[in-house]
């Protein structure tokens, strides 16, 4: 039988071929790291920018509709017979929601009124809206009166 008389590995130290192999981060690797770092930012401020523009456009909308519904009520609570024939205009330039306002009110037949609300924005991302409704005059000038009163 044949006894190996080797030396013992030191395994404190290194070896000359590990150590050659593997200094630090190459360049290449510095590169393709920031290849990706860049695609995944690219994404996100894609998508970043779709969700501001659905938020102006939501916000935009809301102010429209509260605008709207401000004329329609107003024109609702006037009393009948003080809410004028005609066509008014208003321009609204300051504020959050610049935009103009048309109300024009008809009367196609005694004690019958048609209004029609517009209110188009001066910025063209959000959308221009129409409200058209009726006003009648009321049966009775008798406040409570619900049924024929003398």
Known sequence: MRVSRRKPID????????????????????????????????????????VSQSTIKVTGNAYRNGIVMYEVNRLIALPYDSVAVGTTSAAVSTGAYPHSRTITVTEPVANFK????????????????????????????KVLCTVSCA
Do not use: C, Q, W, Y
Request: avoid cysteine; hydrophobic fraction near 45%; charged fraction near 20%.
């Open 11 to 50: 395994h404190t130290t290194p070896s000359v071929e590990v150590g050659m192999d593997r200094r630090g981060i190459g360049l290449v690797e510095v590169i393709v790291s920031m290849v990706v770092l860049a695609i995944a930012v690219t994404s996100l401020a894609g998508l970043t920018f779709s």
């Open 114 to 141: 048609r209004i029609k609300v517009i209110v188009s924005p001066t910025n063209p991302i959000f959308k221009p809206d129409t409200m058209n409704f009726t006003r009648t005059r009321a049966r009775t000038s």
